[in-house]
């Protein structure tokens, strides 16, 4: 028997080499099948993107659009993976990244018609305010209701607000978010607010984060001389965000008609500078 068992130990080896071998052939042969199956199916003209339509209101920006789509799904992944593929198309990354290629598109959305075609629609940002850098009025740019940086404004006059700001040498402006949403919507009320006691702004400064100077031109008439008005900038007022913006306005109020009630004569074109970061105590200057 122990003679017989020996004999038959390297038949055995044998055979289970050659059934591991059959095995490593079978799953090789396999994954090959099903990687050629895969590959088949991705290169099928019927899953393959053919029309990228982009809708949007600038037919130059619709183009430059379109251009960067397509050639970003033309050719390969590896030479057998083709990137116009319906289920490679990268929606997400083209939703992140052409934004930022371009700071007039608030948003861009895809969707697909079909397996074939793909539909871009843009939306683009609207001016709500315009963003000088330094205090020169060449360098000009309009931002949108989030506060964000997207074109160049060839002049500062019209109905947007305009704020002056400090950015590094070199720094470019476009696609920056120089002021948040909401401080930029409590910014435009606190001057709704002005405007009821008769000042008009005329630029914000914002020499810090948290610090504005407001040069405001008064629209309305002193109570000592009810025919006298100005069409001048003649008051800086400045304010920070140690106080809700409400406050500060509701303490300016205050301080307003205490000011002129008490002036002798013409007390707006006296008036120089209120500031108002220091919380109760009000500095004032005359000139």
């Given amino acids: 028997m122990p003679r017989l ?4 130990s390297p038949k055995r080896r044998s055979l289970r080499k050659k059934k591991i071998l059959w095995l490593v052939f079978a799953s090789i042969f396999s994954l090959a099948s099903v990687c050629s199956a895969v590959l088949l199916f991705l290169n099928s003209n019927f899953i393959r993107i053919s029309s990228i339509l982009i809708e949007g209101n600038s037919a130059v920006l619709n183009e430059q659009v379109k251009s960067i789509v397509s050639k970003s799904i033309s ?3 590896f030479w057998f993976i083709p990137k116009d593929s319906f289920f490679l ?5 083209f939703s992140r990244t052409i934004p930022s290629e371009f700071p007039s598109i608030a ?10 075609a793909i539909t871009a629609i843009i939306s683009e940002r609207s001016p709500y305010a315009i963003a000088c ?21 060839s002049s500062t006059d019209g109905v947007f607000p305009v704020y002056y700001i400090s950015l590094p040498y070199g720094a470019n402006p476009l696609g920056l978010q120089f002021i948040d949403c ?17 000042f008009v702004d005329d630029s914000i400064t914002i020499s810090t984060s948290t610090d504005y100077d407001l040069s405001l031109e008064y629209k309305g008439s002193d109570k000592k001389s009810p025919t006298a008005t100005s069409s001048t900038p003649i008051l800086h007022l400045i304010i920070n965000e140690n106080r809700p913006f409400q406050e500060t306005l509701k303490n300016f109020s205050a301080f307003w008609q205490e000011y002129e009630s008490k002036a002798t004569s013409t007390p707006v074109s006296k008036l120089s500078s209120v500031d108002m970061r220091y ?4 500095i004032y200057k005359t000139k």
């Fill in 279 to 282: 919380g109760d105590n009000i």
């Fill in 75 to 77: 050719g390969d992944y």
């Fill in 182 to 198: 909401g401080r930029l919507t409590a910014l435009a009320n606190f001057v709704v607010g002005l405007t009821r006691l008769g």
């Fill in 107 to 116: 948003k861009i959305s895809f969707s697909h018609r079909g397996l074939t």
């Fill in 133 to 153: 850098i330094g205090q020169g009025k060449g360098d000009c740019y309009y931002a949108d209701d989030n506060g964000v940086i997207f074109q160049s404004a």
């Fill in 5 to 8: 068992s020996s004999l038959r």
């Fill in 89 to 93: 198309f990268p929606s997400r990354t």
